[in-house]
């Protein structure tokens, strides 16, 4: 049997001396407790040694993603082949089906052959020959730091700071948008102020106020391309009898010099948003599709990582952007908030306000498994989270329904009774719907029957 084995210097290949050692899977660290009993147990036949950084980064990598690179390839067709009856002993199941597949060689892969590459990692000193032990060390830790960049490099959707800034910067948008909007309005509104009430839009009445300029202009203005052909009508007849001021031809250029930086921003804001929801998909797919892009990016920008963020337990994810109301009522001894930044997520928005809580609690539930798969785990598809939303809106669909069907049999009160007592039972249904559902009620037996009713009760009219 041949044993492939990978450095960071090269690749080896060892020649199994005794292969009945492997049958004692427990027992067989005990043969590589001193380099002279390893040499017993495995020898070196052939090393093939990395030319430079660039190709260890690139053997390394191929191994990683299961791959063979080329200068495997190159060992794998120099020695082995040459014994193609001899088994090939490796560390990865998925590396050793390639192999078999392009090179047509038997490969091995069990809990006897991790026990033996684990036996010649401890005794990899004396079984290489030729290698000092500070140039091992040397080339693994540069091995490390290339592997690392080279990670980091070409996995740029798995940085999640890119999602802590932009939805930062989302936010600070929306702010600088609504005071220049409402600097906008009231500015322009001295002008021509009916045209703010008539237009409700912030973008398209930016767009308009741009190609209107003066409000005499709007009799030979088309607007058609950012209105309704009614709301056109309504703006050309609003100007006609406006109360506005007259301003200077200096003043509409600064109003529409300020429309247009709205315009910009508004553009950008939904460039950045697609930028967004692009990144949530590609790093946190399952939390996206649980509690939306915008509400998982704030969920993420508060705790600082998408990593941070799975440390927590769904009860802190729940309250997470409460923290000033939670420690309020555990200073003032009141009732603890329900929900933080997560009361903004379609689920519990859609819910009525008796059902937020139990809503909420669930979601977070959710959404916290959710969070601890997309940041540990290494698939990178949202059928979990899709899973999870559906299991979600079906409990909440239960939960509307159920209370729904309590309050149809909601207990009678005294006003009931008392409007019982003066009407006639022919004008029952029509006065209380708690009446209406009492002949079904099962703690008033007594009354279930029309005509017992009729006599307990009679008519006063």
């Not at 005794?18 to 005990?30: A, G, H, I, N, P």
């Not at 997309?374 to 598809?381: H, S």
């Amino acid at each position: 049997m041949l044993v492939l084995f990978e450095t960071a210097a090269g690749y080896a290949i060892f020649k199994v001396l005794d292969e009945s050692k492997l049958q004692e899977v427990d027992s067989l660290w005990k043969e590589f407790e001193t380099p002279e009993k390893a040499n017993k147990v495995v020898k070196l036949k052939h090393f093939e040694k990395f030319q430079d950084t660039t190709e260890a980064l690139a053997a390394a990598t191929a191994m990683t993603e299961g791959k063979m690179g080329k200068s495997l390839k190159k060992v794998l067709k120099k020695v082995v082949a040459k014994e193609a009856h001899e088994q090939l002993a490796i560390s990865d199941a998925k590396l050793g089906g390639v192999i078999k597949e392009k090179l047509n060689l038997s490969c091995v892969h069990s809990p006897a052959v991790a026990e033996l590459m684990r036996g010649i990692r401890t005794q990899m000193e004396s079984l290489i020959t030729g290698l000092p032990p500070r140039e091992i060390s040397a080339m693994s830790l540069g091995l490390a730091h290339s592997l690392s960049r080279y990670k980091l490099k070409f996995s740029p959707d798995k940085v999640d700071t890119m999602i802590v800034q932009a939805i930062s910067l989302l936010d600070d948008l929306d702010k600088e948008l609504n005071n220049y909007i409402m600097r906008c309005r009231e500015w322009y509104g001295w002008h021509f102020p009916e045209v703010g009430k008539i237009i409700t839009d912030n973008l398209a009445y930016c767009k308009s106020v741009r190609k209107i300029g003066a409000r005499t202009n709007v009799a030979t203005t088309d607007l058609s391309e950012h209105l309704p052909e009614e709301v056109e009508a309504e703006v050309k007849l609003a100007a006609e009898i406006s109360m506005g001021t007259e301003v200077s031809e200096e003043d509409i250029g600064n109003i529409m010099h300020l429309c247009d930086q709205v315009i910009e921003i508004t553009e950008y804001r939904t460039q950045l948003y697609d930028y967004l929801k692009n990144r949530m998909m590609a790093i946190a797919p399952n939390l996206t599709v649980m509690v939306g892009e915008l509400v998982g990016a704030r969920l993420i920008s508060h705790a600082g990582s998408l990593l941070n963020l799975a440390k927590h337990p769904a009860s802190t994810v729940q309250i997470l952007g409460a923290e000033k109301a939670l420690f309020r009522a555990l200073k003032t001894r009141r009732d603890t908030p329900k929900y933080g930044l997560i009361y903004h997520a379609s689920l519990v928005g859609q819910t009525s306000a008796k059902n937020k809580g139990k809503i909420s609690r669930m979601l977070a539930a959710k959404a916290s498994l959710a969070i601890r798969y997309d940041a540990l785990g290494e698939d990178t598809n949202a059928e979990m989270g899709v899973e999870n939303r559906a299991k979600l809106e079906a409990r909440l669909r239960h939960l509307e329904e159920k209370g729904v069907s309590s309050s149809l049999s909601l207990p009678l009160t005294a006003r009931d009774f008392h409007l019982f007592n003066k009407c006639s039972f022919c004008s029952i249904v029509s006065i209380s719907k708690n009446l209406f559902v009492f002949f079904s009620n099962p703690r008033l037996k007594q009354l279930q029957q029309a005509d017992k009713i009729s006599k307990l009760y009679p008519s006063s009219s």
